[in-house]
């Protein structure tokens, strides 16, 4: 593999900055720089990582969840014949969840 050269530009104050770090990791300026930027990197990609499973995994339960009211309005429909008696009882499950599980 052959090293490539690349330049930034700093200040004086951040060049050394920059140098005093690398000598508190025992590196060269070089590649104190170049570990630094691509662990943020690494860790940038693992938080993306995350933050996309936690959205996927909502997504999934707002899914379910619509399902869910749309079979019990269903249901509620044909047992009970009474739009208002589903509603209410709806209402009295999202209030019992909330007391449960805690408000939104």
């Known amino acids: 593999m052959v090293d490539e050269k690349v330049s930034i530009r700093v200040n004086t104050a ?3 900055q ?5 000598g508190l990791a025992s590196k060269s300026l070089s590649s104190y720089i170049r570990d630094t ?7 940038d990609n693992a938080k993306m990582d995350f933050y996309l499973s936690i959205n996927n ?6 899914k379910s ?3 869910m009211t749309q079979l019990m309005l269903l249901i509620g429909a ?8 589903i509603m209410t009882f709806y209402r ?4 019992d ?5 805690g408000g939104e």
Do not use: I, P, Y
């Open 92 to 95: 009295e499950r999202v209030a």
């Open 37 to 43: 930027v691509l662990a943020a990197t690494s860790l």
């Open 65 to 67: 969840q619509l399902v």
């Open 14 to 16: 951040q060049k050394n």
């Open 97 to 101: 969840a909330e007391k449960r599980l």
């Open 57 to 62: 995994n909502l997504t999934h339960l707002m």
């Open 78 to 85: 044909e047992q009970l014949h009474d739009q208002d008696q």
């Open 18 to 22: 920059l140098k005093r770090l690398a």
